[in-house]
């Protein structure tokens, strides 16, 4: 007798990772209004879930819950529905599609660890698994970049570098792991709004490029040298805008950190330490410090979206 065909998914659950930047070099506005960027991207063990079931055709569902969800988007603003939705249109092959998403947020909404960029991606990746729609990796970081500019470097996950308005990714040169703690801030911040402070504090910054003592430092593996490298250019705009982020970089630094940087347009702060063991002193040290809403332990680099279940 024929052994009978395995049960057709009901469901596909995608898990996908907060990122930092590790440098990111701003330039002036672009026509369209985005801002040229060089940047470094890591992912860090900081994760949203998104579960994709079948639905009606033509339905596209959104429900989540977790840190941050009343600040959650559910109209078709969301960048998961917004991903579901373009999935479809572009590769569905003329077929209704529906879906019914779950989202289970763990990233912070507006912490500029790219939470929502993190959904997309995980969204249209368990949207093609779901659907059963077979797409190369770039051309899924391709319909990711019309979502964000964060979108591909969620779905590529590691150390990466971003240029363009930072949609455009390569895999860095990088070893070693590293050890990082991440403070929240009370509110998030706008990134457009930093955007245009940075504006208004560089008038005629130079074109961005790379810096090349953090990329020696991530072919080197050394956590002190990276520390010293870290950098940001909207971490200014970030300070004039939230000033206490100010106290709380500083306080890490004080308690033992080998490098802080406000990560992408913030309030976020991430802390380099050179090993566990020291991640798990400086957060219980800095959470005792009182000066952010939430510090957390995360280890990088880790691999972008994928299906987990
Ligand atoms: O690409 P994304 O939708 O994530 O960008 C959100 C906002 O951040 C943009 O509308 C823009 O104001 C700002 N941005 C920018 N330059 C970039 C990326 C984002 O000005 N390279």
Redesign the pocket.
Known sequence: MASPLPPAPVGVHVRAPAKINLALK?GA?RPD?????ATVYHAVSLYDDVHAEWAEPDEFELEASGEGVEQVPLDDSNLALRAARLLARTHGGGDRLGVHLTIRKNIPVAGGLAG??ADGAAALLACATLWDIDLAPEVLRHLGAE????VPFSLMGGTAVGS????DVAPALARGSYHWVLAFGQEGLS??AV?RRFDELNPSPEPPEVPADLMNALRGGDPYELGAALVNDLQPAALTLRPQLRRVLDAGLDLGAVGAVVSG?GPTCAFLVEDEEDAVDLSIALSAEGVARKVMRAGGPVVGARVVG
């Open positions: 701003v506005p209004g985005y801002h040229p960027l929502g960029s979502l964000g500019s964060d363009g308005r930072g949609e990134t457009p955007y347009s």
